[in-house]
């Protein structure tokens, strides 16, 4: 009998380390309203056709709606599913971005595509994106965002990174001989991204069937981060860094964005707890 008592408590004490050990998310959505959040937007698109202008160029000031200011809804709190959920119009370029800086986190998120497209990009796969180690002023990114990294919420190209703004990341990485990208690859040298090399295409497509919601989950400690999808690794990026005042120096915290960029898409179950190294299960996964 004290032998089982004995096995009985240890077994006990085992399930609670283990459940000790469980990551301990702090919610960034409340379900209810954005608060935690600002929102930042452009202006439509046919404003800036009648100016002769286009997103990506500079834009007077006169016709931006700027911080907090979504006349138009672009971001509304609704059901979907069941379940509480940020729907992005996309009708008009800009972002929410958190209004506290983070560094060393695990950061997850679940999104979802909806039906409406606007122009530009109505013949364009749909796009959104989480834009990380955000700092500085709106409006530095395509005249839009923060100076930022990107892991790529796109149609088919979910875990992509760009560069927002004057960012800098070396990723392993190969040439891709079907354009002009290179493409993320276990082994390969670093390259380094940034400027005029602007894009690095996941190896792998792990985002879910349409209609299904897709998971985004984004490791970062120190100047190195993972992205992931549905719970597989497409990139690993290496020395981030960014460009303040003309120095050079690591990008390792800054608030997060979520983009607001030409498609209709809903966004739930964001959430973030602090980590102090990256899941050795990842860094080793092929």
């Known amino acids: 009998m004290k032998k089982l008592s004995f096995l009985f408590g240890f077994l006990i004490l085992l399930v609670s380390c283990q459940q000790e050990k469980q990551p301990q998310f702090t919610s ?19 404003t ?3 100016l002769g202008l286009n997103y990506g160029d500079p834009f007077p000031d006169s016709i931006v709606f700027g ?14 599913d069941g379940e509480p959920a940020i729907r992005i119009s996309g009708q008009v370029f800009g972002c929410i ?16 595509w909806g039906e409406k497209k606007w122009a530009p990009r109505t013949e364009a796969p749909r796009d959104c994106g989480l834009l990380y180690h955000s700092g500085g002023p709106f409006g530095v990114g395509s005249s839009t965002w923060m100076r930022s990294l990107e892991c790529q919420i796109q149609e088919r ?7 927002v703004g004057a960012a800098y990341t070396d990723i392993p990485a190969l040439p891709n001989n079907e354009n002009r ?3 993320y690859k276990v082994g390969a040298p670093l390259v380094t991204f940034g400027g005029d090399l602007w894009r690095c295409q996941r190896d792998k497509d792990w985002e879910s069937l349409p209609g299904k919601w897709t998971s985004i989950d984004l490791y970062t400690v120190g ?50 707890t602090p980590i102090t190294h990256l899941p050795k299960a990842l860094l080793n996964q092929k």
């Open 28 to 46: 960034m959505f409340n379900g209810k309203d954005l608060s935690g959040w600002d929102t930042y937007l452009t202006a439509p698109y046919d």
């Open 48 to 50: 800036l056709q009648k």
């Open 67 to 80: 911080v907090n200011n979504d006349p138009l809804a672009v971001f509304t709190v609704v059901e979907k």
């Open 97 to 112: 971005a958190s209004q506290k800086e983070y560094g060393n986190y695990h950061f997850h998120l679940q999104f979802k």
């Open 157 to 163: 190209d979910c875990g992509d990174f760009y560069p």
């Open 181 to 183: 990208f290179y493409t």
């Open 223 to 272: 100047d190195t981060s993972i992205h992931v999808v549905n719970g597989h690794k497409n990139m690993v990026l290496f020395h981030n860094r960014q460009v303040v005042d003309g120095k050079e120096i690591p990008a390792t915290k800054g608030k997060i964005q979520i983009q607001s960029e030409g498609a209709e898409v809903f966004v739930r179950d964001m959430k973030i």
